[in-house]
């Protein structure tokens, strides 16, 4: 079955340690996003490709960045991770008309 | 700046009752509106999505929503509520000036009453 693929599901990270998410797309769909979701909270966008055309919302912060090295996929890298990081991390995929298709997402936690 | 606001963080029904989700929403231009549900430790999956066709969709689980324009509304609607329904449910709309990207409503959760 086509999907949206993230890996690990659950990621533990020391506080201060670089750490970086995975999601991988069997959809072949141009536009990727990074989501952050806390608790009880909606998803918030941090990144959008459309292909390699990187878009970075406003009020993402400096200490996240994000890669994609080709179409299936993208990689969120969090540079000096803090407490205030842990969060599930959600990669979607959409189609041309804007239906989005999540992974089942990753969860931080900083220690 | 397109906006969607969802009426009560919290809704509590019994099993065999109506699910009632209420969704309003702000856009400029006519929207692509979507209802997805979240399960614990689990992303989005979507229920149903409107995109200017009929204006009730039905969606997977039993789920639908009627799209009203005069009323900038998009309510969920489930007649029988089951235990497994239990979950957190979001309202989202794309469109207008934000171009594909979703704007989400803040959620309601969902608990479901033996």
């Known amino acids: 079955d086509a999907m949206v693929i993230q890996n690990p599901r659950y990621q533990v990270t020391q506080f201060g340690k670089p750490v970086t998410l995975s999601c991988s797309q069997t959809?072949?769909?141009?536009?990727m996003y990074w989501y952050q979701q806390k608790s009880s909270q909606a998803p918030k966008l941090l990144f959008h490709?459309?292909?390699?055309?990187?878009?970075n919302e406003a009020d993402t912060p400096d200490n996240f960045q994000s890669r994609r090295p080709n179409t299936s996929f993208c990689f969120l890298d969090i540079r000096s991770p803090g407490l205030g990081d842990a969060a599930m991390y959600l990669c979607?995929?959409?189609?041309?008309?804007?239906?989005?298709?999540f992974g089942p997402g990753t969860r931080l936690t900083v220690l | 700046a397109q906006s969607v606001t969802q009426l009560g963080s919290h809704v509590s029904v019994s099993e065999g009752a109506l699910v009632l989700l209420r969704c309003n929403y702000s856009s400029s231009v006519p929207p692509y509106l979507f209802w997805y549900v979240q399960y614990p430790n689990q992303g989005l999956q979507l229920l149903l999505k409107y995109t200017s066709a009929a204006t009730l969709v039905k969606g997977i689980n039993g789920f639908e929503a009627e799209f009203k324009k005069s009323e900038t509304s998009f309510h969920l609607t489930k007649p029988s509520a089951h235990m497994s329904d239990a979950a957190e449910y979001f309202c989202a709309v794309i469109g207008g000036a934000a171009g594909n990207k979703l704007t989400f409503g803040g959620g309601t959760r969902v608990l479901v009453k033996p």
């Open positions: 490709y459309y292909d390699k055309d990187f878009n």
């Open positions: 959809l072949n769909h141009n536009v």
């Open positions: 979607a995929t959409s189609t041309a008309q804007g239906e989005q298709f």
